[in-house]
């Protein structure tokens, strides 16, 4: 059995020899190496989850601006990933204060000696992959709208000043950590953060021209492609295990499994909802509608996925899911243009799912995450409950107030918005001087309108 051990440490150290140096305690090294490899692994799969986010947006938008749509996804990736390693991983996990972490970390240069996952390589990728996630979900709130150097500037602004701070007072040890907030995969950090950013964007670029006629009736604006944004929704739902099963960064007892059977089944129960509820109220089983409820369920589940028990975790996603459909409706009434959905998809499923843990955490699960204590059905009273509520409050209300100044000040100086006949003609041809299909494009020549 030793020997077995040694031959397996010699192997891991081939595969990762930064390891080498576990070599007098080979279980130690064992353990590492696979822990390294599971996240290097998730944080693959999260990343990917911007071909989901590619295919989401542009299926759920018109054929216009579908090349700029994947295009500024690919710039804003690569732009965020230079920020989070400058200043965005250090603002977060190095030591600050309760507010915000220093820049012990700026320029992060981690050790070629690995002793632990955290600090790593992989674990920079694996975080810098949920910066660009957030990232993403803000942008829904840009879309078919926006100029691209909005785009530039505020993805600096997002990586430097929003989501680190964010990212700090509940995974970096700040202010709602040590008040125990719950949020294992980041209802909140990622996917709230990034929805209040989008609320602040489509209420200062206003509503798409032709979308709400003067009476308050809504125009609805198709997306060119459910095709595709159902290709988008299985990509996203597979990268989801990297995300939340992940962030167990350990594969020693097995519990990113059950990190995963949650996972799974919150997103099934969201997307039964949202199909049974249009059916209801529409008539029809509507395919969009459903697609979002499946990622509305995945969204709550995210932060309550190591929390709750799997019968919970079905009535997370079925209360996700339900909401939705009824929550986009509203931001219609209001007049609030959200063309992907991102409000009531990342904003009130966020929501949902960080309140969640304040009711159906368990005292077991929360002492084997180390984080907060049992919710209000399991003998917890209001205390978890508590910390939730005005963790959800604060943290939505700084992404939406500081997003909405620095958009507000970019409005001033440079404009957000492009030109009514940019619009009208496309983003493809606008901003990057081409289509993204440019045999359709041309054959609607002249003619082509704003809703094609």
Known sequence: ???????????????????????????????????????????????????????????????????????????????????????????????????????????????????????????????????????????????????????????????????????????????????????FAGSTVVHLTGAAAALAATILLKPRIGKYNKDGTVNAIQGHNQVFSTV?????????????????????????????????????????AALIVSWIFLGKADIPTMLNGALAGLVAITASCAFVEPWAAVVIGLVAGGLMYFTMKFFDKVKIDDPVGVLSVHGVAGIVGTLSTGFFATSELAEKVGVGKAGLFYGGGFDQLWVQIYGVFTSGVFAFVVAFAVLWAIKKVIGLRVTEEEEVIGLDLSEHGSYGYPEQMKKAGSGYNVAG
């Open 232 to 272: 988008s929704v299985l990509l996203l739902w597979v990268g989801w295990f990297g995300f939340n099963a992940g962030s167990t960064v350990a594969v020693g007892d097995g519990f990113f499994g059950y990190v995963a059977f949650n996972t799974q089944l919150a997103a099934g129960a969201g997307a039964v």
């Open 1 to 183: 059995m030793v020997k077995k051990m040694l031959y397996a440490t010699g192997i891991m150290s081939l595969l990762f020899p930064t390891l080498a140096f576990a070599a007098d305690d080979p279980m130690a090294a064992v353990n590492l190496s696979l822990d390294s490899l599971w996240v290097m692994v998730a944080a693959v799969l999260v990343l990917l989850m911007q071909g989901g986010f590619i295919l989401l947006e542009v299926g759920s938008t018109r054929m216009k601006n579908a090349g700029h749509v994947a295009g500024k996804t690919i710039f804003a990736t690569g732009l965020c990933t230079l920020v989070f390693w400058a200043v965005g991983y250090s603002l977060i996990f190095s030591d600050g204060n309760a507010f915000l972490g220093g820049l012990s970390d700026a320029f992060f240069n981690p050790s070629i000696i690995v002793e632990g996952i955290s600090g790593s390589t992989v674990f920079f990728i694996f975080q810098l992959a949920f910066a660009a996630v957030s990232l993403s979900i803000a942008w829904g709130g840009f879309a078919e709208r926006a100029k691209l150097s909005v785009y530039l500037i505020f993805t600096i602004i997002f990586g430097i000043i929003i989501y680190p701070v964010i990212a700090h007072w509940i995974w970096g040890g700040g202010w709602l950590f040590d008040h125990g907030k719950q949020d």
